[in-house]
């Protein structure tokens, strides 16, 4: 994990980027922006709650009961919800640290969000659904994992969000996941994964994936996008090469999309505990700006990489 964040700590710490963490009183997420506005990574947001303790050196603190731009915070998400919330109903959501932090990173007032560490993932994603949305052409969000051993890294998603995405929606993680990819110091290789490989088998499941690599390659020619394939020919060049020698993708893999969400939760779960990778995420994609979710187990190094991450993200389109 140490190479990457070196990695991107030298692409953000010209950048100057916003960050903003909504949950002001957790004592992780405090040691967190302490070490970021240290260091000058980046600007640190905290949203200030009645619980809050001592502001670091560094850290900004936006109170939302004296917020000068209140009115019209809640007047843009009224506009922005369009006709789903009435502007009474807006002022009360966006008494919630999420909803607030989420609109500070929606109106250009800060470059990603933070959050998770003591809220469910629902709390965090909800808000960016309603507000930030999804980017032109992507229908859903998806959770990617980056799994680091060593000085080996591979993503796997969707790991955390879809259970059942369909062609379309399988297409459009592997393309973003590509984009990840190479934000992370990867050449793209991705493997769109199945328990068959190149119509080893005919059924819905691998049809459905069959459709998505076509949709993919076509959405972006410029990346390195096949399957379906099991995982073994993906990954083990013996095996890609004996199933599957003309593919540009198979046996040297290291983006990995799964069919649905079981198969996705299984897997990364087993790298990690049997495999001994470390898994960072899930990692938020799709989105028009990053906002990404920590697991309440979060250590304040988490949060820590997860900003990083974040603002990482936010470079890239």
Do not use: W
């Not at 062609?167 to 990840?180: G, R, T």
């Not at 939760?265 to 001994?276: E, P, S, V, W």
């Amino acid at each position: 994990m140490s190479t990457i964040i070196k990695s991107l700590k030298t692409k953000i710490l010209e950048a100057k980027r916003t960050i903003v963490f909504p949950e002001s009183d957790d004592g992780r997420i405090i040691e967190a922006a302490k070490r970021l506005a240290s260091e000058g990574l980046l600007q640190p947001i905290l949203i200030k709650t009645d619980a809050m303790g001592d502001v670091p050196s560094g850290v900004k603190v936006i109170d939302p009961e004296t917020y000068e731009g209140y009115n019209e915070m809640v007047q843009a998400f009224v506009e922005r919800r369009a006709g789903k919330c009435t502007y009474e109903e807006a002022e009360a959501l966006l008494k919630s640290p999420n909803y607030f932090g989420t609109m500070l990173v929606y109106l250009g007032l800060a470059d990603g969000l933070v959050s998770g560490a003591a809220h469910s993932t629902g709390d965090t994603v909800r808000p960016a659904l309603q507000i930030i949305k999804t980017k032109p052409g992507i229908s859903r969000t998806f959770g990617y994992f980056l799994m680091v051993r060593d000085d080996e890294l591979l993503i796997m998603g969707d790991c955390a969000i879809n259970p059942a995405p369909d062609a379309k929606a399988l297409a459009e993680f592997a393309v973003e996941s590509a984009k990840a990819a190479a934000l992370f110091g990867l050449e793209p290789k991705v493997a769109m994964l199945s328990f068959s490989t190149k119509g080893s088998a005919d059924t819905d499941e691998t049809i459905k994936v069959r459709q998505a690599v076509k949709i993919a390659q076509k959405k972006a020619p410029e990346y390195a996008i096949d399957g379906e394939m099991q995982f073994d020919a993906a990954y083990v060049e013996s095996v890609g090469k004996k199933k599957c020698a003309d593919s540009p993708v198979a046996g040297c893999a290291n983006t990995f999309i799964f069919p649905d969400l079981n198969s996705g939760n299984i897997g990364y779960k087993i790298a990690q505990r049997l495999g001994g990778y470390e898994a960072i995420g899930p990692i938020l994609a799709g989105l028009n700006q990053p906002v990404n979710d920590l697991s309440r187990g979060c250590s304040s190094d988490d949060a820590y990489n997860t900003a990083i991450i974040t603002a990482a993200q936010s470079l890239t389109k």
